[in-house]
């Protein structure tokens, strides 16, 4: 049998990535399991999502510790004790600090709903529309110390209409989000991955 990739996923909010990850190790397509949810907001939807399935959850509270680095490292013991290989950032709304990167450096990978290096940061897609592109998309890539610069591994474009709200884009987006997650999970997953620099290559 396989071995199963133990996957850590960082949510923020609705966490429908989350899903679109739960249900693609579920279903046996990818060779990975969501070993546990991990989150800055209790209120986050994904907290649930991950509740239905039966995987461990920890809410970390930023605001109820000391420092960034304290709040990491609860962070970094979490994802330890489950022996986490490979952490996923699924609408995550926090910039990842040293801590983190330094525990988890080059198995941290993200999800951003643009085509990088265009309109990283907030509102992806709002900036693809102020900016009046013809084309958007999603990019998953490993996560460094900027803001979406990491080595990029998969992206999807997706076309933008001229009658295209910020609503109507995410969610053409956002379907070429859950395919793509899992997709770049799988790859890592098996091994297929090579980092040289900035050039990731698929083997
Ligand atoms: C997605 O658009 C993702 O690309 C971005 O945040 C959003 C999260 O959505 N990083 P969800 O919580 O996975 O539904």
């Given amino acids: 049998m396989t071995q199963l990739t133990n996957l850590g996923v960082l949510v923020s909010g ?25 989150s800055n907001n209790p ?32 962070i970094v013991k979490n994802l330890k004790q489950h022996a986490v290989q490979l952490v996923c950032l699924a609408g995550y709304m926090r910039i990842v600090g040293p801590v983190l990167l330094e525990h988890f450096t080059g198995k941290m990978i993200n999800i ?48 933008v209409m001229d009658n295209d709200t910020e609503e109507s884009l995410s969610a053409r987006i956002l379907e070429q989000e859950h395919k793509l997650y899992p997709q770049a999970i799988k790859l890592i997953a098996e091994g297929k991955i090579r980092v040289e620099g900035r050039k990731v290559r698929v083997i």
Avoid: M, W
Avoid at 116 to 126: A, I, M, R, W, Y
């Fill in 112 to 159: 951003h709903p643009a085509l990088l290096p265009s309109f990283p940061g907030l509102h992806g897609q709002k900036q693809a529309l102020d900016h009046a592109v013809k084309v958007s998309g999603a990019t998953v890539h490993f996560v460094d110390e900027g803001c979406d610069t990491g080595p990029i591994i998969l992206q999807a474009a997706v076309p």
């Fill in 43 to 74: 209120q986050a939807y994904g907290l649930e999502r991950a509740k239905k399935h039966k995987i461990p959850t920890a809410i970390i509270d930023p605001n109820q510790v000391k420092d960034k680095n304290t709040y990491e490292l609860e």
């Fill in 14 to 38: 609705r966490g429908s990535n989350l899903q679109a990850v739960i249900d693609a190790c579920e279903s046996g397509r990818i060779p990975a399991k969501v070993s546990i949810v991990i």
